[in-house]
């Protein structure tokens, strides 16, 4: 594992604080990989719905696949 150091606001920090004291991690590392895989998480999920909102791809792949070559 790496260590990453990052600059924070006060704000930041307290924050970070406020949700260790909370529970919502063991420590502010613990606090930040979550927020971190929470975000990566929700940004696959917006992928997946703006896919589903797309116009589908219709008709024969094979003719598609000519019109896109």
Avoid: Y
Avoid at 5 to 13: A, D, R
Avoid at 34 to 55: C, G, H, M, P, S
């Amino acid at each position: 594992m790496s260590t990453l150091s990052i600059p924070m606001t006060t704000g930041l920090e307290e924050v970070v604080n406020r949700l260790v004291k909370e529970g919502h991690g063991a420590n502010k590392a613990d606090v930040v990989r979550k927020a971190i895989k929470k975000f990566a998480e929700d940004q696959a999920v917006e992928a997946v719905l703006r896919a589903e909102r797309e116009t589908p791809l219709r008709g024969d792949l094979r003719d598609l696949m000519k019109k896109l070559a």
